[in-house]
């Protein structure tokens, strides 16, 4: 369960679908073997909107729940590495970088004083499926 979220009886969330090739009806059939075999009460899952609109999910009788504002993440490890925000709160930043950190920057002042990039997504698309009684 997620923090802040209520617990909801034999609910599932589908964290992750990708695929490299289009399989025509590929989720359509993993999603009925899954329903078949797990007889859940609900199902959550997540569009990233950088790379979907959701489609497969409305196609197979998900409902959208909600859309998310944009977010950000930093650039690291020398324009490699995409990391989240959480690492790199104020009270984090004062060892990570005692020599750009100050009380009055904010984190965002002090990410570009050290040298740290902010890149931002696109926001996400929350949607659920309902399929028994609750």
């Not at 569009?47 to 950000?72: C, H, I, Q, T």
């Not at 902010?118 to 399929?131: P, R």
């Given at each position: 369960?997620?923090?802040g979220?209520?617990?909801?009886e034999?609910?599932?969330?589908?964290?992750?679908?990708?695929s490299?090739?289009?399989v025509?009806?590929?989720?359509?059939?993993?999603?009925?073997?899954?329903?078949?075999?797990?007889?859940?009460?609900?199902?959550?899952?997540?569009?990233?909107m950088?790379?979907?609109?959701?489609?497969?999910?409305?196609?197979?009788?998900?409902?959208?729940?909600?859309?998310?504002?944009?977010?950000?993440?930093?650039?690291?490890?020398?324009?490699?590495?995409r990391?989240?925000?959480?690492?790199?709160?104020?009270?984090?930043?004062?060892?990570?970088?005692?020599?750009?950190f100050?009380?009055d920057?904010?984190?965002?002042?002090?990410?570009?004083?050290?040298?740290?990039?902010?890149?931002?997504?696109?926001?996400?698309?929350?949607?659920?499926?309902?399929?028994?009684?609750?």
């Amino acid at each position: 369960i997620a923090k802040g979220q209520k617990h909801v009886e034999n609910s599932y969330e589908l964290s992750r679908y990708a695929s490299k090739y289009a399989v025509v009806g590929g989720f359509s059939k993993l999603l009925k073997h899954f329903e078949k075999e797990v007889s859940p009460n609900e199902i959550i899952t997540y569009a990233d909107m950088r790379w979907s609109s959701g489609d497969v999910y409305n196609k197979n009788g998900f409902e959208l729940l909600s859309k998310s504002e944009p977010n950000y993440w930093y650039i690291t490890d020398r324009m490699s590495k995409r990391s989240h925000r959480f690492n790199f709160r104020k009270n984090v930043l004062k060892n990570k970088f005692p020599e750009h950190f100050s009380i009055d920057k904010t984190e965002s002042q002090i990410m570009l004083d050290a040298g740290v990039n902010k890149v931002w997504d696109c926001g996400n698309l929350k949607f659920i499926k309902k399929l028994q009684s609750l």
